[in-house]
């Protein structure tokens, strides 16, 4: 079991930045594939980033430049580093770990980004 707290959101001008940060509690963490998930309102829920348990990174196109997706096994936290941000980036960020092969699949409760001046 693997419980999981999103932190960092907030409101920020465009062009600023923020940092969320996915603390997971539980053992093993290292051997999950950590997503960051986004939701608008009226939106269905979409990928942002995901880093494997390995250490590969994959960023969905309209993030790329922009986002930086990160972990800490020791602090069992995985970060997002937003910057460039876009009014169109708002939306309540969820975190998702993930065991490969398992059903072991866990979501944390999000975080609101907005950006707006």
């Known amino acids: 079991q693997v419980q999981l707290v999103e932190s960092g959101g907030g409101l920020v001008q465009p062009g600023g930045s923020l940092r969320l940060s996915c603390a997971a509690s539980?053992?093993?963490?290292?051997?999950?594939?950590i997503a960051w998930y986004r939701q608008a309102p009226g939106k269905q829920r979409e990928l942002v980033a995901v880093i494997t348990s390995g250490g590969s990174l994959n960023y969905v196109d309209f993030v790329k430049g922009r986002f930086t997706i990160s972990r800490d096994n020791v602090k069992n936290t995985v970060y997002l580093q937003m910057n460039s941000l876009k009014p169109e980036d708002t939306a309540v960020y969820y975190c998702?770990?993930?065991?490969?092969?398992?059903?072991?699949?866990?979501w944390g409760q999000g975080t609101q980004v907005t950006v707006s001046s």
């Open positions: 998702n770990a993930e065991w490969p092969g398992t059903l072991m699949n866990y």
């Open positions: 539980g053992r093993m963490f290292s051997h999950y594939n």
